[in-house]
């Protein structure tokens, strides 16, 4: 198990797999994997909700993608894979999932929050 990846990124129309996300930054050198988990809940300010339905400008949102993780990698000794949904995602279901590797955990839970944060500011997906 002393694979070492330093960062995926991916979109997908698929289902994401929390097991298989976490696998590639599951390393011998690693003490600690945190793993974000954005699921959709089925109410928002009030209102019934029955579904996302997530759009992407492809192109730019890859590229943003791996510019998110390439900074969470130059921030912290972190390995990093990013998914991110399209398409219609239903209630329970994640919408993306960041999983954050690092020897030790303060780094990779704050890799992990910042992920999230950069994430809705400069990645072109819109629900």
């Known amino acids: 198990m002393s694979k070492k990846i330093r960062y995926k990124t991916f979109i ?27 699921i959709t809940r ?7 909700v029955l579904f ?3 759009e992407a ?6 590229a ?3 510019d998110v993780a390439e900074e969470m990698c130059d921030k912290w000794d972190v390995s990093v894979v990013i998914a991110h949904r399209i398409g219609r995602v239903d209630i329970g279901e994640s ?3 960041v999983t954050v590797g690092s020897p030790h955990r303060a780094s990779a839970y704050q890799a992990s929050q910042y992920s999230v944060d950069r994430i809705k500011q400069i990645v072109p997906i819109w629900k």
């Open 12 to 38: 997908t129309h698929n289902e994401l797999n929390i097991e298989e996300l976490s696998a590639d930054v599951i390393a011998d050198r690693n003490g600690a994997v945190v793993v974000f988990n954005g």
């Open 42 to 48: 089925d109410q928002t300010d009030g209102r019934k």
């Open 64 to 66: 943003k993608l791996n």
């Open 95 to 97: 919408s993306l999932i």
């Open 57 to 62: 400008y492809l192109p730019m949102a890859k």
């Open 52 to 54: 996302l339905e997530y």
